[in-house]
């Protein structure tokens, strides 16, 4: 299928740690593809959105940074999109309290996210309470058309939709309502160690592929990965492992999957394995290589954030200008 093309995107990722392929196949891969595809695009390193559960001030700005090479080795080009930090655009902050006075409080308590992360309920902060506002707002600032992101997102999109169907039947119409941008097979890669959670930043490091692992971490990650039950795969009784590591095979090496089905059927899990790794490692290898490079050079690295914010600045304040001004509020120039 055609990727879209003269949309405007907006899309964020949060600075919690290297990203992993399973962020790479569910979303950033189709960040890229949309930059090629002549979209205007605004990606977000949404680093407010990540204090919202507890984090270590001492290596936050590494995060942030690593983050930032991370998207511009696997190919965001600067000049072409805007790529920019979600705090260096003040607008984020103000808006969500705004717009957090046009959401109700059970919309919030219904967010699946909250419930899982904030499982309790007495200690969890107000932030994270409040984090899909803040996301809905990323998005409405921008007028974006398309939100590409994996499945677990697709929630905080609804809400995005309802409160900007809100707003504009309340205050005149102001924003795009936007819809999800989702690739289905890829939309929710899972843990290497159980197939039946996703993979994640924050859980143990060796249930996930991180951007920047190294050979070695690779091999030992996806020969140590479960597999199902029996010691060779058959193509007709795919378990939930198997599954989940072949869809990794097959969106990363770009290999059909019949072809797929083909080369592997009747083949021990221990070859398989050595198969993915071996495509992992001449994938993941370059995009290792340039993020250091590109971390050794932290003044070029703030230049292009530097570039990004000015730019995403000048469509945010716009907007923040027209909500506030629908809003009744007065305003100095
Ligand atoms: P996060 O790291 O939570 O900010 O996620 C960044 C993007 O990656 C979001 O669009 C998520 O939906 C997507 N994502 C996160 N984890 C996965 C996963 N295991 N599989 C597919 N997509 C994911
Ligand atoms: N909540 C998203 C996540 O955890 C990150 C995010 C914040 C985002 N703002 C956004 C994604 C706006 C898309 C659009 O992955």
Avoid at 73 to 82: C, F, N, T, W, Y
Avoid at 96 to 105: P, R
Avoid at 303 to 326: C, P
Wanted: proline share 5%; glycine share 6%; net charge neutral.
């Amino acid at each position: 299928m055609p990727y879209p093309s003269n949309k405007r995107v907006f899309s964020g990722i949060q600075p919690t740690g290297v990203p992993h392929i399973g962020n790479y196949l569910g979303a950033l891969k189709q960040w890229i593809n949309l930059q090629k595809s002549n979209n205007t695009c605004f990606w977000s390193i949404v680093d407010l959105h990540a204090i919202t559960m507890p984090y270590d001030a001492g290596t936050y700005k590494t995060k942030v940074l690593t983050t930032a090479a991370t998207l511009l080795a696997i190919g965001i080009d600067p000049e072409k999109s805007i790529l920019f930090v979600q705090s260096h655009v003040p607008a984020h902050t103000e808006a969500t309290w705004l717009m957090s006075c046009q959401t109700k409080y059970s919309e919030l308590q219904r967010m699946t996210q909250f419930k899982d992360k904030g499982e309790n309920q007495a200690s969890v902060s107000t932030g994270l309470f409040v984090y899909p506002v803040l996301m809905a707002v990323d998005i409405l600032l921008y007028q974006a058309d398309l939100v590409p992101v994996g499945d677990d997102q697709v929630q905080h999109l609804e809400l995005t939709r309802t409160l900007a169907t809100r707003f504009n039947n309340t205050y005149n119409h102001l924003f795009t309502v936007p819809e999800p941008y989702i690739i289905k097979e890829v939309a929710r890669v899972m843990s290497l160690k159980d197939p039946a959670k996703k993979m994640s930043k924050s859980g143990n490091p060796n249930d996930a592929i991180f951007l920047t692992d190294s050979q070695d971490e690779i091999q030992k990650k996806i020969k140590t990965a479960v597999t199902d039950s029996g010691s060779t795969f058959d193509p007709d009784n795919i378990g939930p492992a198997l599954k989940n590591l072949l869809s990794i095979y097959i969106a990363f090496s770009g290999v059909g999957v019949e072809e797929t089905m083909e080369k592997f059927g009747g083949k021990g899990y221990a070859t398989i394995k050595n198969d993915i790794a071996e495509m992992l490692i001449e994938k993941l290898t370059p995009i290792r290589n340039k993020v250091r490079i590109l971390l050794d050079n932290e003044s070029s690295l703030m230049a292009n954030l530097q570039l990004g914010a000015r730019r995403a600045n000048e469509v945010a304040q716009k907007n923040l200008r027209e909500m506030k001004s629908r809003m009744g509020f007065t305003q100095i120039s």
